[in-house]
């Protein structure tokens, strides 16, 4: 990495934080939740967050560590130029690498149904932002989805979802199972 991206990537995580020390603080106090979660994302990776919801919306902060993405390199290999399909071959070639660790913020509109009971399912959608871009999450805005259940007042499991719906390659998005503890 060179300096000017270096620069940048810092640039990035400072307005990240920033923006979301402003949306943390500016939920009403009054009725607003906590919420830390832990769990694994689908590539032997971690990921925890700590976040508020109030009234519906919720604002998040994360950190998924680093994780590693089988790619795929793909050499086709004519016999001369412009040679039809059938007279061409591919080479495939795999290859395991790192993927540096990335913060994120996210903003989502929250769903929960069947107000009262203690299995309640939860959806939610919205935006986040990375310190990093990667091939899981490849711009610096993505879509954000989650689904998932709360087990009584305090537990909850959530899949979340980002991705930035094929806008930009590589679009493979990122994928974590989160157990989450409600505080006051």
């Given at each position: 990495?060179?300096?000017?991206?270096?620069?940048?990537?810092?640039?990035?995580?400072?307005?990240?934080?920033?923006?979301?020390?402003?949306?943390?603080?500016?939920?009403?106090?009054?009725?607003?939740?906590?919420?830390l979660s832990a769990g694994a994302t689908l590539e032997a990776g971690g990921a925890i967050e700590v976040s508020r919801q109030s009234r519906g919306w919720?604002?998040?902060?994360?950190?998924?560590?680093?994780?590693?993405?089988?790619i795929n390199y793909i050499t086709p290999?004519?016999?001369?130029?412009?040679?039809?399909?059938?007279?061409?071959?591919?080479?495939?070639?795999?290859?395991?690498?790192s993927?540096?660790?990335?913060?994120?913020m996210s903003l989502q509109r929250r769903f929960e149904f069947r107000d009262g009971a203690r299995f309640r399912p939860r959806i939610g959608i919205g935006l986040m932002g990375t310190s990093e871009t990667n091939e899981?999450?490849?711009?610096p805005v993505n879509f954000s989805l989650s689904a998932g259940f709360a087990l009584g007042d305090a537990l909850s499991v959530e899949w979340r979802h980002f991705s930035n719906a094929n806008a930009d390659g590589p679009n493979l998005g990122q994928d974590a199972l989160l157990l989450r503890w409600r505080f006051d």
């Open positions: 990495m060179d300096n000017r991206s270096a620069g940048m990537n810092k640039k990035n995580t400072n307005a990240l934080a920033s923006v979301a020390v402003l949306l943390l603080s500016a939920m009403p106090a009054m009725a607003a939740e906590w919420q919720e604002a998040a902060l994360g950190l998924v560590t680093r994780q590693q993405v089988l290999t004519c016999p001369y130029e412009g040679a039809p399909g059938a007279l061409c071959s591919r080479d495939v070639q795999r290859s395991r690498e993927v540096a660790p990335f913060a994120y899981y999450v490849s711009t």
